[in-house]
């Protein structure tokens, strides 16, 4: 009767190991993404009409879970993607709050009479203060065409029961900005909020527009109207904005990034306790581009060139880098003080008519993914934010955000491995050596197996002679 060595077991072991994918051998079993589609509140514009209201309370995953994604986008009834150049979308943000259990908030205007000991903000680790770009994503015309995707093995944590203050339960707000310039006289002017194209002289509470604010959210809020051309006629129609959420179980194998904001028109200082996490940041969001006959220049390089320095009140490694900015945007980046570029960030545009190409629209913006651990913010460091806008005409309301993503810590791999797995290309070679050691595996399985099957007919042919 034939016997069986156990070292075929310690073989067949082995070999299972290295076929394993290298991320799960170092990193364990890969924890699988969800995905979730969903809608907000249907709002109905028509042309020169204007969106922007708060919908607290939307649909969002449950559960204490690591957020991989977020991407968005306007379509009609039908579910049909709507072309930035019928309805521009001038931003879509989502923020998550805490509401105490029993309390109910449906729009804005609820909020206002609540008791603020029944609400509390739940936004972004900063560096805006009072609520400015506290969202955790949020994106402009560029949304179809700008990845929002988390790599491995990091993700942001939302729905920690330890993080939610007692009697409150975590709820999500969306804001959607959207403008329908479908017969616009100016479509620019619309889409940049010119208050003389709106016909506005005060802010949505009544409050009288200082004399030189000439365009920007102050005169394109909820409701009001862009002037379209004499004559045009179109049919209102009801629209949404699409949300594709990923996201993943939190468990130990995730690690938890925060989400900072930069603004170009923060105008910090420096000062003895500017390092702090509460230093005052007054983040304008908006600001003016004057054209460059304006100025006495000519066009040639043209452009307007904002920079700012920031103290980190923060360290950690950058794992993701994007800008938003408006059309006429022409890139920003990320520096340290000694001019070293961190990250940087440049516009799309479209050069056709389909949504995700609209000529002379911003329809998408580049990323940066650090290679891992390569990147490092120290507490108290020095970074130099820059944004560039071309000048050959006039543009109000334009906006210059940079948002990243930090994390405190980097895979343990990183640490005992880290000349094995430090960049991309080293990740490469081990992979073709792990392909090659197990091809070398395969091919001495078939070697032992041709071995043990002359072996076994060996033996049987002794077996039938002493019969």
């Known amino acids: 009767m034939a016997s069986y060595n156990p070292g075929w077991l310690v073989l067949v072991g082995t070999l299972v190991t290295l076929s394993l994918p290298y991320s799960h051998a170092f990193w364990g079993n890969e924890n699988k993404i969800h995905t979730a589609v969903f809608l907000s509140p249907k709002f109905v514009l028509g042309p020169g009409s204007v969106e922007n209201k708060f919908y607290f309370n939307v649909d969002f995953p449950k559960g204490h879970i690591a957020l991989k994604s977020f991407n968005a986008e306007v379509i009609d009834e039908a579910g049909n993607p709507v072309p930035l150049h019928e309805t521009y979308l001038h931003h879509w943000v989502v923020v998550r709050y805490y509401v105490r259990k029993g309390v109910e908030i449906s729009k804005l205007g609820d909020l206002k009479k609540l008791n603020r000991s029944d609400y509390i903000s739940g936004g972004n680790s900063g560096i805006c203060q009072n609520g400015i770009l506290s969202q955790f994503f949020g994106l402009g015309s560029e949304t179809r065409k700008t990845s929002t995707h988390i790599p491995d093995p990091y993700g942001i944590e939302v729905g920690n029961p330890a993080e939610v203050p007692s009697g409150f339960e975590e709820q999500w707000m969306l804001n959607v900005h959207a403008i329908d310039t479908r017969g ?23 409050r009288p527009l200082r004399p030189y604010y000439k365009g920007g959210l102050l005169c394109c809020y909820d409701r009001t109207q862009c002037k379209v051309k004499h004559g045009f006629e179109a049919v209102r129609r009801t629209l949404y904005l699409r949300y594709t959420v990923k996201w993943i179980d939190m468990d130990r194998s995730v690690l938890p990034v925060k989400i900072y904001i930069f603004d170009i028109t923060d105008s910090w200082k420096r000062t003895p ?14 600001y003016d581009i004057e054209s460059c006959d304006a100025t006495g220049l000519g066009n040639d390089g043209c452009i307007d060139t904002n920079r700012i320095s920031l103290d980190m009140p923060f360290g950690g490694y950058l794992i993701y880098g994007v800008a938003h900015q408006h059309s006429g945007g022409t890139g920003s980046a990320l520096y340290r003080e000694d001019g070293q570029l961190m990250c940087s960030s440049l516009p799309t545009y479209g050069q056709g008519e389909e949504p995700g190409n609209e000529a002379g629209y911003i329809v998408g913006m580049t990323t940066c993914y650090p290679k891992p651990g390569t990147v490092e913010i120290s507490e108290g460091e020095t970074l130099i934010l820059e944004f560039n806008y071309s000048r050959i005409r006039h543009h109000t309301g334009v906006m210059g955000l940079f948002y990243i993503l930090v994390a405190d810590d980097l895979p343990k791999p990183m640490h005992t ?51």
């Open 184 to 206: 616009a006289e100016d479509k620019l002017g619309c889409t940049e909020c010119r208050c003389d194209l709106y016909n506005v002289t005060v802010d949505e509470y009544g």
């Open 273 to 286: 306790s500017s390092t702090e996490i509460n230093a005052k940041h007054k983040c304008k969001i908006e």
């Open 417 to 467: 491995l880290s000349s094995v797995v430090q960049t991309q290309d080293s990740i490469m070679v081990v992979t073709i050596l792990w392909a090659a050691v197990a091809l070398i595996g395969v091919v001495a399985v078939i070697a032992l197996a041709v071995h043990y099957q002359f072996k076994r007919e060996g033996e049987y042919g002794y077996e039938a002679i002493g019969m």
